[in-house]
T-cell receptor, first 114, second 117 residues
Framework: DGGITQSPKYLFRKEGQNVTLSCEQN?????MYWYRQDPGQGLRLIYY???????QKGDIAEGYSVSREKKESFPLTVTSAQKNPTAFYLC?????????????FGPGTRLTVL | AQKVTQAQTEISVVEKEDVTLDCVYE???????LFWYKQPPSGELVFLIR??????QNEISGRYSWNFQKSTSSFNFTITASQVVDSAVYFC??????????????FGKGTKLTVNP
């Protein structure tokens, strides 16, 4: 079945450690996105990528990094520079050629910093 | 800049009641798209509807209906005869074009709906 997978579902990290969240899609979508969700805050865009080997900062990129070496994969690294990384992280994708912006979401990863 | 406001933080209803979730948006674009997503307790966002700025017709899908009014910049969502399975957080979102040509979404803060049996 086509879709987006995120792993792991739950992730625990000690302060000062970098951690990488996985996002894979087999929808053949060109664009991929990472969002952060905090309680009562809605979703905020961290990074997005419209094509392989290219990505742009979203609204809250500080303390995060991404790569897009393959069309199917868009991993997010939460670095030790991120002051408050505990949150729910959602990955999404959309067809680049479709300008309407509909996005398809993965199941999310809940990151907790201990 | 684009902005989406969902003034209702939480709503609680009893099963079979009708409920309307409000969404007000701000944009300078003449062409834009509005969305509603549902987030059940499992966490994954589920797409409900997309509406472009040139189509103000109301839409009905089963127990769900949407009222889009450009004059008031609103895109409200009504659930008729609510059910316990409708309990979720609902997000309204507005598309914003990026320089590269794809779209990004600006989300409201969401409305948590609880339907009690």
């Amino acid at each position: 079945d086509g879709g987006i997978t995120q792993s792991p579902k739950y992730l625990f990290r000690k302060e000062g450690q970098n951690v990488t969240l996985s996002c894979e899609q087999n929808l053949n979508h060109d664009a991929m996105y990472w969002y952060r969700q905090d309680p009562g805050q809605g979703l905020r865009l961290i990074y997005y990528s419209q094509i392989v080997n290219d990505f742009q900062k979203g609204d809250i990129a500080e303390g995060y990094s991404v790569s897009r070496e393959k069309k199917e994969s868009f991993p997010l690294t939460v670095t030790s520079a991120q002051k408050n990384p505990t949150a729910f992280y959602l990955c999404a994708s959309s067809p680049w050629t479709d300008p309407t912006g509909e996005q398809f979401f993965g199941p999310g990863t809940r990151l907790t910093v201990l | 800049a684009q902005k989406v406001t969902q003034a209702q933080t939480e709503i609680s209803v009893v099963e079979k009641e009708d409920v309307t979730l409000d969404c007000v948006y701000e944009t300078r674009d003449t062409t834009y798209y509005l969305f509603w997503y549902k987030q059940p307790p499992s966490g994954e966002l589920v797409f409900l509807i997309r509406r472009n700025s040139f189509d103000e017709q109301n839409e009905i899908s089963g127990r769900y209906s949407w009222n889009f009014q450009k004059s008031t910049s609103s895109f409200n969502f009504t659930i008729t005869a609510s059910q316990v399975v409708d309990s979720a957080v609902y997000f309204c979102a507005l598309s914003e074009a990026t320089q590269g040509g794809s779209e990004k979404l600006v989300f409201g803060k969401g409305t948590k709906l609880t339907v009690n049996p």
